[in-house]
């Protein structure tokens, strides 16, 4: 299975200054992601966050929940650079540079959260796939959320999402760099699946719980629980 390329290698250093710009809300998104995770009894949890970036989801993780241990996964090298730097005050966290692909069960967590990485995951199938892997890698009792972009269930909601997304970007860059930038590279090289079918997928998967803790349009907080006894 392979990704479509995307240069996050080159984008790196340039990331926290132009995500909220580009994402409406965004560390309200992140927070929410973080909240989600707080039903469970928190102490030293094992955390994975997938697609950890410049490691803004982790920061807060810490910041919040300072005995818990992280895996920052991430497939750039630049983007766990500024993450090792940004997170060098914690020493509960473990730098892993690959692909989630490549993600396997052998060892386990109790929580994992990802940010606005999994729609780079090509297919449905492979989505639904990493959703299976990621059921496998959690302990029991163990919680999954994902802030991602998602889709509407139908066209005409879909047009208002990118809409009021296009607004929001309209009040920071100018519309020749939100069409010939940002939307040309959405449409290239981003493939962000229903949000319906996506809680279904986790559903059948086994998850329990699952919700939607925060959604503005196109962007969403969504996941649940893998039933048992801790
Ligand atoms: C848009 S950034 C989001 C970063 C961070 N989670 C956040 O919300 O601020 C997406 C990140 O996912 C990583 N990524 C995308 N596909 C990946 C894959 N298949 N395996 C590992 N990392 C991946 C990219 O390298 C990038 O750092």
Redesign the pocket.
């Known amino acids: 299975m392979k990704?479509l390329s995307?240069d996050?290698e080159g984008e790196a250093e340039e990331?926290d200054k132009v995500?909220s710009k580009i994402v409406p809300f965004y560390y309200q998104m992140?927070d929410a992601l973080v909240t989600s995770i707080s039903s469970t009894p928190f102490s030293r949890k094992k955390i994975l966050d997938?697609?950890?970036?410049?490691g803004?989801?982790s920061k807060r993780i810490l910041q919040r929940y300072p005995h818990c241990s992280i895996t920052c996964?991430?497939?750039?090298k630049n983007?766990i650079e500024v993450a090792r730097f940004k997170l060098s005050p914690y020493p509960q966290i473990r730098f892993v540079l690959?692909?989630?692909?490549h993600l396997d069960s052998s060892e386990q967590y109790d929580i994992i959260v990802?940010?606005?990485?999994l729609h780079?995951?090509v297919t449905d199938n492979e989505k639904r796939w990493l959703y299976k892997i990621i059921y496998e890698t959690l302990k029991l009792n163990g919680l999954f959320y994902n802030?991602d972009f998602v889709l509407a269930s139908n066209e005409n909601l879909q047009n208002i999402y990118m809409n009021k997304w296009q607004k929001h970007m309209g009040k920071n860059m100018p519309q020749s760099k939100i069409e010939n930038k940002i939307l040309s590279k959405y449409y290239e090289e981003d493939r962000p699946a229903e949000l319906i079918a996506q809680l279904n997928w986790l559903s059948e998967i086994g998850f329990t719980n699952i919700d939607v803790m925060w959604k503005y349009y196109n962007f969403a907080v969504y996941g649940g629980r893998k039933p048992g006894k801790a």
Do not use: E, P, Q
């Open positions: 990704g995307h996050f990331f995500i992140i997938l697609g950890c970036g410049t803004n989801v996964m991430d497939k750039s983007m690959a692909d989630f692909l990802s940010s606005l990485a780079h995951l802030a």
